[in-house]
């Protein structure tokens, strides 16, 4: 714990984790507290998903992401911008809208009409809820827990049981900040 003051903000550290809790260089909106009521440094790298699979980590409690790879281990414990991809409008945006009616309904929710973004559980997502979704923009914060190989670990609701499922905690911005993503993790900007 640290016991004097932050070397980029000057504020008392005393009980808190040594190092800095300022944001200073990081991209937070200032003011952002972390799940454990402390201030918290940003993390420097995101991972980009399809807006509709971030709108489910956002709206539905998606808590795994399904890959054909692995979860690099030194990515578990770490914190990671979720970026909310453009939308493209497109034959494919149907498509994931199909993946997410599946998974949801396997996830057992059940749809409602907006703005009520929680669902019940017991049926499918209606696909109109998506149109809330954001885009292009860093909308929370994950944190890798584990990552179960194909066909290991919890096989129910958003869980693709082909993939290795990337399981994590979901923490949202208070607001969504504007940015590029990229394929796989990339680096922040500061």
Not at 27 to 38: E, R
Not at 67 to 95: F, K, M, T
Request: with cysteine; glycine share 14%; proline share 9%.
């Amino acid at each position: 714990m640290g016991d004097g003051l932050c070397q980029c903000c000057g504020q008392p550290t005393a009980g808190v984790p040594a190092g800095c809790r300022c944001t200073k260089g990081g991209v937070l909106p200032k003011g952002w507290d972390g799940p454990w009521g402390i201030r918290m440094t940003a993390p420097t790298h995101a991972l980009t998903l399809w807006p509709e699979f971030a709108w489910c980590i956002e709206a539905l409690d998606k808590r795994v992401e399904n890959r054909v790879w692995a979860l690099p281990p030194r990515w578990i414990g770490q914190r990671v911008y979720l970026h909310a991809g453009a939308y493209p409008g497109d034959a494919a945006h149907r498509r994931r809208l199909g993946g997410v009616r599946e998974m949801s309904a396997r996830a057992g929710w059940v749809s409602a009409r907006p703005p009520a973004l929680r669902m019940s559980k017991g049926g499918i997502v209606a696909p109109e809820l998506c149109q809330g979704m954001r885009c292009g923009a860093l909308i929370g914060v994950l944190r890798f827990t584990a990552c179960d190989a194909p066909h290991e670990g919890d096989l129910g609701g958003w869980r693709a049981p082909e993939q290795f499922g990337w399981r994590f905690e979901f923490e949202p911005l208070p607001k969504p900040i504007a940015a590029r993503g990229a394929l796989g993790f990339w680096r922040v900007a500061t």
